[in-house]
């Protein structure tokens, strides 16, 4: 018989998730899987549980919760000679992930979407050692972005990022970043650096536009320093999806980049707090299959 591992943080969904575990059970069971749940109860068990169910050679493993437990669970198919396939039924708040691989935001509908036969290879980003799916951010206000509370997140949503990075990009100083990127180089001041792998960050949809999910490139993006009507003007091209076309962005696609700086600078990966900076960036093409949602006629 088939496994399946369900992964669920019984925070998520302003802990509604243990209310979906029992229908993706059936689910998965009237697709002829033999189901084991486990429940997170702190930092990595998602990516232990992952990496248990490669190394049981699962079939399948499915992530019941936001992006942060969706970047642990990936976490654990790194290195790894078998990799189960991945469903994702999201419950974050923003769910930049799903986003970009139109898979539902309503459970209901996105568990359905686990009996589909649709399974897409999409790519990984690896940062130092770690896999990351969506964004990583450095600068001032990466710091800010990882201190967003859970209340301003379920109130705002998308916006809570988008409200806070305007007051750090208005508020903080610039700072020297040494970035290189395909045998090419950049140094200079800036209040933000950005790499996406989706076209999906922090709920915003056209951040990167032309990002797709199996391109095998990063879509990176360097803010420079800027003042309060050129603050305005960034905010109003991101919300456009013109971003990389702003005169104070940046704008590049690799497949490896390196970022320094002399300065100590914070990072947020996949919307939480990362590692400071030196930082590693590469891509890992096509390198885990999702299950996503049959195509409609």
């Not at 109003?236 to 990389?244: E, H, Q």
């Not at 700086?261 to 400071?276: A, K, Q, W, Y």
């Not at 093409?285 to 049959?294: K, Y």
């Amino acid at each position: 018989m088939k496994q399946a591992m369900i992964i669920i943080n019984p925070s998520s969904g302003k802990e509604e998730s243990l209310n979906y575990v029992g229908n993706i059970q059936e689910t998965l069971n009237e697709q002829g899987y033999e189901v084991t749940v486990n429940e997170t109860q702190k930092e990595r068990d998602a990516t232990r549980f992952c990496t248990t169910a490669c190394e049981q050679c699962y079939d399948l493993v499915v992530s019941l919760g936001g992006d942060g437990t969706l970047h642990e669970t990936i976490n654990g198919l790194i290195n790894q000679a078998h990799r189960p396939k991945l469903g994702i039924v999201p419950l974050g708040t923003v769910n930049d992930f799903a986003r970009a691989l139109q898979i539902p935001l309503d459970p209901g509908r996105a568990i359905q979407a686990l009996t589909s036969s649709r399974v897409k290879k999409v790519d990984m980003g690896c940062v130092n050692d770690h896999l990351f799916v969506n964004v990583i951010a450095a600068g001032s206000i990466a710091e800010s972005l990882s201190a967003v509370s859970s209340d301003e997140k379920s109130k705002l949503g998308a916006f809570a990022y988008l409200k806070e990075g305007i007051k750090e990009l208005m508020n903080n100083p610039v700072h020297p970043l040494s970035i290189r990127y395909d045998e090419k180089t950049w140094e200079g001041e800036s209040r933000l650096f950005l790499a996406a792998l989706t076209n999906s960050v922090g709920g915003f949809e056209k951040l990167a536009p032309d990002a797709a999910v199996d391109d095998g490139l990063l879509h990176c993006f360097i803010i420079k320093d800027l003042g309060i009507f050129s603050t305005l003007s960034v905010s109003l091209s991101l919300l456009l999806g013109s971003l990389k076309d702003h005169n104070d962005v940046i704008y590049f696609t690799a497949k490896n980049v390196t970022i320094s700086s002399s300065e100590t600078i914070r990072t947020n990966v996949d919307g939480e707090e990362g590692p400071v900076l030196p930082l590693n960036l590469s891509v890992m093409p096509r390198h885990i299959d999702v299950i996503l949602p049959e195509l409609e006629d």
